[in-house]
Nanobody, 128 residues
């Protein structure tokens, strides 16, 4: 079994930056044989969970929601079983719980139902 644990959330002012991390834990063989694409999603109160960014296994292919393009960067370090989300120029509209997701297929999907592993979420609050 694979567990995903996010960290790095917090309160930041409009225009500030945060870096989220997501560490995959469990049996190493399970991680390397089960988790390929990684994604970040977010969910604000009263809204549906939405895709933010995704990366394939190698990290050479990435995808972003239009709302975060040019401000957020997803990256991964497979040696550390970790995926990151660098968030710059944050806006109050970015306030949400951010979730890390892992998929068993090496393809970047934008629908939450296409990911099999989920973290518990980390709160990001951007004040104006």
């Amino acid at each position: 079994q694979v567990q995903l644990v996010e960290s790095g959330g917090g309160l930041v002012q409009d225009g500030g930056s945060l870096r989220l991390s997501c560490v995959a834990s469990g049996r190493t063989s399970s991680i390397h044989n089960s988790v390929y694409a990684m994604g970040w999603f977010r969910q604000a109160p009263g809204k549906e969970r939405e895709f933010v960014a995704g990366t394939n296994w190698s990290g050479r292919s990435t995808s972003y929601a239009d709302s975060v393009k040019g401000r957020f960067t997803i990256s991964r370090d497979n040696a550390k079983n970790t995926v990151y989300l660098q968030m710059n120029t944050l806006k109050p509209g970015d306030t949400a719980v951010y979730y890390c997701a892992g998929g068993t297929i090496n393809n970047i999907y934008v629908r939450p139902e296409d990911y099999q592993y989920w973290g518990q979420g980390t709160q990001v609050t951007v004040s104006s």
